[in-house]
């Protein structure tokens, strides 16, 4: 069956590093398209970053970009997140994401989209 392992959450300051893996397996990973959400307490689950099955297209949301970055590595069926200058509005449970999206090359922004996720990954940020 499909699964999607995220790894690399914890514990930082602000204006720290993390960087967040999400291996996937029982899938044709060249086939995804990948996305990381997350969702902090009391709050709705959002995409953070995604990225086309090639990585040629990204994408993030205004309150990450320029400070995240997204990437994958399809010989290996792992995508990461690089996440600097972390912010504590930045915690959350972070989660991997993959949608099957054979007919354009711009990853879907919306969750309902997406066909597999992971459990998730903590991420908390300490002023």
């Known amino acids: 069956q499909v699964q999607l392992v995220e790894s690399g959450g914890g514990l930082v300051q602000a204006g720290g590093s993390l960087r967040l893996s999400c291996a996937a397996s029982g899938l044709t990973f060249s086939d995804y398209m990948m996305a990381w959400f997350r969702q902090a307490p009391g709050e709705e689950r959002v995409i953070v970053a995604a990225?086309?099955?090639?990585?040629?297209?990204?994408y993030y949301a205004d309150s990450v970009k320029g400070r995240y970055a997204i990437s994958r590595d399809n010989a290996k069926n792992t995508v990461h997140l690089q996440m600097n200058s972390l912010k504590p509005e930045d915690t959350a449970d972070y989660y991997c994401?993959?949608?099957?999206?054979?007919?354009?090359?711009?990853?879907?922004?919306?969750?309902?989209?997406?066909?597999?996720w992971g459990q998730g990954t903590q991420v908390t940020v300490s002023s």
């Open positions: 994401a993959a949608e099957r999206r054979l007919s354009s090359v711009i990853p879907s922004r919306e969750g309902k989209w997406y066909n597999y």
């Open positions: 990225i086309s099955r090639s990585g040629g297209n990204t």
